[in-house]
């Protein structure tokens, strides 16, 4: 397993190199470019999403689990099919509630996760 190649066409999820991203959370880069990037992150019950901010715009997508996020100070609990907006150097973090699946959309791609 491996790191996806930037500009890679197809990319298999087995073949994905998962990466531990804190206590209970697993994170999976899959495709991306320069100004765009797509990240799986799984976490179990309890693991923590540190209050943290960047300089990329962020949409997050509930596939699974329950979450408590807070946003720039504003806190709610979300589920699978929701989706928020994380506009670049806002505050956020999260607390799962319930084991799930987050997809992370970063414009730009995160160097930091590669």
């Known amino acids: 397993m491996k790191l996806p ?15 531990n991203a804190g206590t209970g959370v697993t994170r999976r880069v899959l495709a991306y ?3 765009l990037m797509c990240v799986e992150n799984r976490f ?8 943290h901010s960047h300089p990329h715009t962020q949409i997050t997508y ?10 720039d100070g504003e806190t709610r609990t979300v589920k699978a099919g929701d989706t928020l907006l994380k506009e670049d150097g ?5 607390v799962c509630k319930v084991a799930g699946v987050l997809l992370d959309i ?9």
Do not use: Y
């Open 5 to 19: 190649e930037k500009h890679q066409r197809w990319v298999a999820h087995d073949e994905t190199l998962p990466q």
């Open 33 to 35: 470019t320069d100004g």
């Open 44 to 51: 179990e019950r309890g693991a923590v999403g540190s209050l």
């Open 62 to 71: 509930i596939v699974s689990g329950e979450f408590e996020f807070t946003i």
């Open 90 to 94: 806002v505050v956020h973090g999260c």
């Open 106 to 114: 970063f414009n730009p791609m995160r160097e930091d996760f590669v």
